[in-house]
């Protein structure tokens, strides 16, 4: 019968994220605090809302504009850019796949962070590339490091994300910039900034055409609450965009991603009053874990990062002792930062919830 | 800067499918007939939009379920298949990237027919694979010079549609099923029936698991009205699909694709109902192009393709000549079978548009 290549034969069957979906099967009921996944439990804009429901009855019969161009058009003007300077994807995790095809070949090193992206990885994996990694310090991306190993690895490809996930911490501009300057110019840098719209001011570098190696990647998932439809967005040189023409699904960004991402987009009043959600349930989830003796870390992004003030075991039990609480929440996996839980935003009740069963759980977990 | 691999530095940026909404920028109007993507033009299932309704508002800031159990256990149902037998994509054009990454190499021959589908062709340039064409004979894909070339090349994946896009022609199930007993054993065949759900009854082989070389290939794009939303499956043997999930997008088939194919799948009165406005519209079509001198082939589609009767070129100015009069169609494009148009079903006031203007195109295309 057919075989799957060498490559493919080789890697394990594997989902980075298990869905809360699954759990909710094997746990036979629904959470009733979704705080896993860093979505936004406060929904998205009226304004995209009213736009797919137009979609549903006028326009999903058709394939979508293969250009997503009013979309791409859209967000340029927003950024004040160029449309050949922008990419539209189904989602930054489908862009990270393609940049690593593109950008780099087999057996080449590609640098992260040990405890990054788990998508990103996977994706490196998929295409039989070498993942170096470099540890957190600090709790931070490890600047220094990154750049050094670039250099050393003469690496195609580093990844960062700022702010960071899975930790919530973030670095200026003004160290993203200077850190761009430490890095080899071959390397490319994927600057993961899916959470940027939620940080505050000084956190985004200038927008800088100028920089020839970084691609700057964005999505509608996070603080404008679309994680479902699936659209995310990548900017930088325009010789490096026109690559990923070449090789992306053309109809890849749906009918309704399109029309209720320019929605959202144009609703930058709502951005504002969901961002002052986000900040209270940030404060919400601090107060929780501190009084219950943890420790929040800063946060520039929809989650909250606790560190448990043991190891990873117990980090873990604690997780556990939470899900099994109908309390959804993740955690990250390093050795180092793995004494963490990592708690998304929600709604209040939500919130209160999470407030109510924490102790429980940490007696649980002891 | 960072520079592209040897593959994807050497690829054109391309759109396999220019879209219509391109034109339409160009021409600096909407088409007052759009004939020309093979959708459904008589939308989808009420069902359907209900389920979008609702997703809109209760669960698209929500990552959808990366596993999209419920709709492939509904799949799995309706087709009389286990689960593990099924995989789900955003698009049977992403699963056709995936299966040509996934069962071949760089530089692995790969079998389609000239003029067949030109996404499946832009995945096999995209990845380094080598494409063998065979060319269509009688207007129909030629079973047995497949089979022979997939021999001769010890070919790792063979592509056919059944039935076929660009010509609307069909082979029974009976025929197909020789057609797989001819392939060698190693050589996957990816039996696209995109269209299958229109066809008349025969032309689909028997459900049989017991063939292990063959996955098959099915879209809500068609006749389910979907495709704006992306959500296609294939399905074949478990050892076989179990390799999508090491590479796939994990959270490619957004919420609102998995819960209306759902109501979709679950509306076959509906199913019913448009099939019967498909065939009203296929006769349509063959009426107009008879009465105008040319010949209609015939159709198991959603579209009818035309023999314009003269050379390529002329079938190319008919084209245009109706696509300035603002009637989107296209055509195919490979010498032999590049002498018809392609006209999708649509709408009667859209038909009735296109038997108005044919005779002004035909002129002026003289």
Redesign the interface.
């Known amino acids: 019968?057919?075989?799957?290549?060498?490559l493919?034969?080789l890697?394990?069957?594997?989902?980075?994220?298990?869905?809360p979906?699954?759990l909710e099967?094997e746990n036979g009921g629904a959470f009733k605090a979704?705080l896993g996944?860093n979505?936004?439990?406060?929904?998205?804009s009226p304004d995209a809302?009213l736009a797919?429901?137009k979609?549903?009855?006028e326009?999903?019969?058709?394939?979508?504009?293969?250009?997503a161009?009013e979309l791409r058009q859209a967000l340029a003007g927003h950024i004040g850019i160029s449309m050949d300077e922008l990419v539209v994807g189904?989602?930054i995790?489908?862009l990270l796949?393609l940049t690593v095809?593109?950008?780099?070949?087999t057996g080449d090193p590609i640098v992260t962070s040990a405890g990054a992206y788990p998508?990103f990885n996977y994706h490196v994996a998929?295409f039989g590339r070498r993942l170096v990694t470099v540890p957190y310090r600090d709790d931070k991306e490890d600047l220094d490091a990154l750049a050094a190993v670039a250099e050393r690895e003469r690496a195609?490809?580093v990844y960062l994300s700022n702010p960071d996930n899975p930790m919530g911490t973030w670095w200026s501009g003004a160290a993203i910039e200077a850190f761009i300057d430490m890095l080899p110019?071959?390397?490319?840098l994927i600057l993961d900034e899916a959470y940027g719209e939620l940080a505050p001011d000084g956190v985004r570098p200038s927008i800088d055409t100028g920089r020839?190696?970084v691609l700057r990647f964005r999505t509608f998932?996070k603080a404008y609450?679309?994680?479902?439809?699936?659209v995310g967005y990548l900017f930088g040189?325009a010789?490096?965009c026109?690559?990923y023409?070449?090789?992306r699904?053309?109809?890849?960004v749906?009918?309704?991603?399109q029309q209720?991402a320019q929605a959202a987009l144009a609703d930058q009043k709502w951005l504002e009053q969901v961002s002052v959600q986000f900040e209270a349930a940030r404060k919400h989830i601090a107060a929780v874990a501190a009084a219950n003796g943890l420790v929040p870390l800063p946060s520039a992004t929809n989650f909250v990062t606790i560190d448990c003030g043991r190891d990873g075991d117990y980090a873990m039990r604690v997780l556990k002792e939470l899900n099994a609480r109908e309390v959804f929440i993740r955690k990250p996996g390093a050795p180092g930062i793995d004494r963490c839980i990592r708690v998304s935003c929600g709604l209040p009740h939500e919130l209160d919830y999470f407030e109510a069963t924490l102790p429980e759980a940490l007696k649980a977990a002891e």
């Open positions: 019968m057919p075989t799957a290549n060498s493919v034969a890697l394990p069957a594997t989902i980075p994220f298990v869905g979906e699954r099967r979704r996944a979505e936004c439990n406060f929904g998205c809302i797919m429901d979609a549903a009855r326009d999903v019969w058709k394939y979508s504009d293969p250009e161009w189904p989602g995790d489908n796949g095809r593109i950008f780099s070949d998508t998929g195609k490809i110019d071959e390397t490319l020839r190696n998932s609450g679309l994680a479902g439809l699936r040189p010789d490096l026109v690559h023409h070449k090789v699904d053309h109809f890849g749906n009918v309704m991603a209720a």
